[in-house]
């Protein structure tokens, strides 16, 4: 499980004081990449050797809202689903309290040049260190 710390801005709320619901996606997208980081992937080495990753789905439940000054962080871990699939689980907890504010399922593929679905052999030993640390609980 991958977790990292943020703080509400002010530019990120709407009119009613609460940060806009399209910020949160900014959020995870966010964590999601940092995560990816931490396993060696980076999206412009990626993109120079003719791979993108894409999300194709996002599935999230806004439970409570953030606002200006709010510390919070994203969690998220990482599953291989399928032969040509990631699954992010994603969740936005509010600090200190750790209260849920958003859950999400966030899922995509890697595209190779041809914009086919295709793992290169990168990603796929990223995905085993994410699957080795998330037995290990590490």
Known sequence: MFELAFKVRDYECDMDHVVNNAVYLNYLEHARHEF???????????????????????????????????????????????????????????????????????????????GRPEFPPELDKALEVALERALNGT
């Open 36 to 114: 990816l980081l931490t396993l060696g992937i980076r999206f412009g080495e990626l993109s120079r050797l003719g791979t993108s990753l894409v999300v194709t789905r996002i599935e999230a439940d806004f439970k409570a809202s953030l606002v200006s000054g709010d510390d919070f962080m994203v969690r998220t871990s990482l599953l291989r689903k399928g032969r040509i699939r990631l699954q992010f689980d994603q969740e936005i907890l509010r600090l200190p309290d750790r209260r849920l504010m958003l859950g999400a399922v966030v899922t995509g593929t890697a595209l190779n040049a041809r």
